[in-house]
C-alpha cells in the first residue's frame, strides 16, 4: 500500500476547458429533447441551464482555492452523467408528477453540499477520529425506516424511506459513506493485526475468531437488511462494499472468499424462507414465462419492457425524444439505462458505462496515490461502492443479475442518491487533492504532531511470535507499522 510519491500539477484550467464541455454535452442533450416535447428554449430550459452551469462552476471555482491538486477529470466526469440525467428525466416528466424540476433542485443542493465538504475538510484523515462513531450513525440511519412515525412504510416492496411531511429521504444512500468510513477508520488500525494473526491451513490463511466480528456484524446487518426493508440492493452493496476494502487492505484471497460464501448462503436461505426474495429471483430466472410475466408482485413486466425498448434501439438508437421509454415502468429512475439504450443505442450506452468506467478509475487512481492508509482505504472502498451499484443496476435492467431497485448514479431520479453520490464526489476530490500535492505541503495529522507513536500490542505479539534476529520487516506509509509475514 505504497503511495505514489510523483509530484503533480495543478490541472484547474484543463478541468475548466473539461467542464465546459461536460455542460455543453447535459445542456445540449436537454436542448434536444425539448425540441421534440416542444419545450426547447423556454424559460424552465433557461433557468436549469443557469443553475446547473452556476454551480458546476461554483464547485470549481473552490477548488482552485481549496483543492487545486484535486484530479481535475472527476468533476467533468459527474456533470456529464448529472446533466444527460437531467435531459432524459425532463423528457419523461409529465405536468403531474413533476420529476424534472425536483432533481434539478436536488441537483444544486447536492453541489452545494459537495462545495461544503470540500471547504470545510481541509485533510480527510480527520475523519479517521469518529470511526466508531460512524460505525454507530449508519446502525441508526438504517434503524430509521423501521421507526413508527417516521418511516413511509413499504414503498414498491422496499421499507427504505422516511417522511417529513411531504419529503421523503433514504438514508441508507447516506449509511452507504458513513459505513463506508467505518471499515477505512477499523482496517486501517487493525490491518497488521488481522495480517500476522490467524492460522493457515495449507495456502489458507484464516482469521481469527476475534477478527471476524467486524464481517459476522456486516453479515448479519446486510441479512437484516434483506428480511426486514426487503431491500435487497442495498443489502448487496453495504456487504459487498466491505469485500472490496477488506480485501483491498489485506490482499487475502480468504477474507474475500469467506464474505462471498457467508453472502451468498444468506442470500440462499432468504430466497427460500422470504416470500419476497423468492418471487424476486424466479421472476429473474423465468422472466419469459407468461404466468410470471403477468402476475401482479413479482413480474417480470418492467424488466421484459425494458429489453424490447433496448431491442428497438439497436446500434445507434432511435434518437433522444424519439423513443418510447415511457411504456416501461419507472424509466426515469430504475429503468433510466434501459431509457437511454432505446434513444442512444448501444453506442451511447457504451459511452455512458465508459464514463462510470473512467470515474470509477479516477477513484482508485485517487486511492492508489493517498499517503496514509485510510485515505487510501477510503477512496478505495467510495469508488468501489460506486462500481458495485452501477454494476447491480445494469445488471439488473439487463437481466444478468435479479432486479434490484437501486438508482443508477447521477442518472437516475432520486434526491437521495444525488445528494449521497454528490458528498463522495467531494470525498474522493479531497482525497486527490491530498495524494497529487507535493510531499512538502502535506500538512500533519494532529495525531503524529507528537512524535513516533508508543510501542504497540502488534510489536509485542511479533516478538512473541518471532525472534527479531528471523522477522522481515519492511516500511510502512502509515504510523502503523508494516506487515510482518511469517514464512
Not at 223 to 229: M, R
Not at 340 to 350: R, S, T
Not at 431 to 457: E, K, Q
Request: include cysteine.
Amino acid at each position: 500500500m505504497s503511495g505514489v510519491d510523483t509530484v503533480q500539477k495543478p490541472r484547474r484550467n484543463a478541468e475548466l476547458v473539461l467542464l465546459i464541455l461536460a455542460l455543453a454535452v447535459g445542456i445540449g442533450a436537454s436542448a434536444m429533447t425539448g425540441v421534440k416535447e416542444g419545450t426547447a428554449l423556454d424559460r424552465d430550459f433557461w433557468l436549469q441551464s443557469a443553475l446547473l452551469a452556476g454551480a458546476s462552476l461554483a464547485v470549481h471555482t473552490v477548488l482552485r482555492f481549496r483543492a487545486k491538486y484535486a484530479d481535475p477529470i472527476i468533476l467533468p466526469l459527474v456533470v456529464t452523467l448529472n446533466g444527460l440525467g437531467l435531459a432524459m428525466i425532463h423528457r419523461l416528466d409529465t405536468p403531474e408528477t413533476d420529476y424534472g424540476n425536483a432533481q434539478a433542485r436536488w441537483t444544486i443542493i447536492g453541489m452545494v453540499l459537495a462545495v461544503a465538504v470540500i471547504w470545510f475538510l481541509r485533510d480527510h484523515r480527520y475523519l479517521r477520529r469518529y470511526t466508531y462513531i460512524s460505525l454507530i450513525l449508519s446502525a441508526v440511519l438504517l434503524l430509521l425506516p423501521l421507526v413508527p412515525g417516521i418511516s413511509a412504510g413499504e414503498v414498491n416492496g422496499a421499507q427504505v424511506w422516511i417522511r417529513f411531511g411531504s419529503a421523503s429521504f433514504q438514508p441508507g444512500e447516506v449509511a452507504k459513506i458513513t459505513i463506508a468510513i467505518f471499515f477505512a477508520g477499523y482496517l486501517s488500525t487493525n490491518r497488521d493485526l488481522i495480517l500476522l494473526a490467524g492460522r493457515r491451513i495449507g495456502r489458507l490463511q484464516l482469521p481469527r475468531f476475534r477478527d471476524l466480528g467486524p464481517m459476522v456484524v456486516t453479515w448479519l446487518g446486510a441479512i437484516g437488511i434483506l428480511i426486514f426493508q426487503h431491500d435487497l440492493g442495498m443489502s448487496i452493496l453495504f456487504f459487498g462494499i466491505f469485500i472490496s476494502m477488506i480485501y483491498i487492505a489485506t490482499s487475502r484471497a480468504s477474507w474475500a472468499l469467506l464474505g462471498v460464501l457467508l453472502m451468498f448462503g444468506g442470500a440462499m436461505a432468504a430466497s427460500v424462507l422470504l416470500p419476497h426474495i423468492r418471487l424476486r429471483i424466479d421472476g429473474w430466472l423465468n422472466a419469459f414465462s407468461p404466468e410470471v410475466y403477468g402476475r401482479t408482485y413479482g413480474s417480470s413486466y418492467q424488466v421484459i419492457q425494458g429489453l424490447f425498448g433496448m431491442a428497438n434501439g439497436g446500434l445507434l438508437g432511435t434518437g433522444l425524444g424519439e423513443g418510447r421509454p415511457d411504456l416501461v415502468p419507472f424509466p426515469h429512475s430504475d429503468m433510466i439505462i434501459a431509457s437511454f439504450g432505446e434513444e442512444l443505442g448501444l453506442v451511447g450506452l457504451f459511452a455512458i458505462i465508459m464514463c462510470y468506467a473512467l470515474l470509477i478509475t479516477r477513484g482508485f487512481r485517487a486511492a492508489l496515490g493517498a499517503r496514509d492508509s485510510f485515505g487510501k482505504l477510503l477512496a478505495a472502498g467510495l469508488s468501489a461502492g460506486i462500481a458495485l451499484q452501477c454494476f447491480v443496476v445494469i445488471g439488473g435492467v439487463t437481466r444478468l443479475i435479479p432486479l434490484t431497485g437501486l438508482t443508477t448514479p447521477f442518472l437516475a431520479a432520486g434526491g437521495s442518491s444525488l445528494l449521497a453520490n454528490w458528498i463522495i464526489v467531494a470525498l474522493l476530490l479531497v482525497i486527490s487533492n491530498a495524494a497529487r500535492r507535493p510531499v512538502d505541503m502535506t500538512p500533519l495529522d494532529p495525531n503524529d504532531a507528537a512524535g513516533p507513536a508508543p510501542r504497540s500490542r502488534l510489536a509485542d505479539l511479533t516478538d512473541r511470535v518471532m525472534p527479531p534476529r528471523r522477522r522481515r520487516t519492511s516500511t510502512h506509509d502509515d504510523t502503523q507499522t508494516e506487515a510482518v509475514r511469517i514464512r
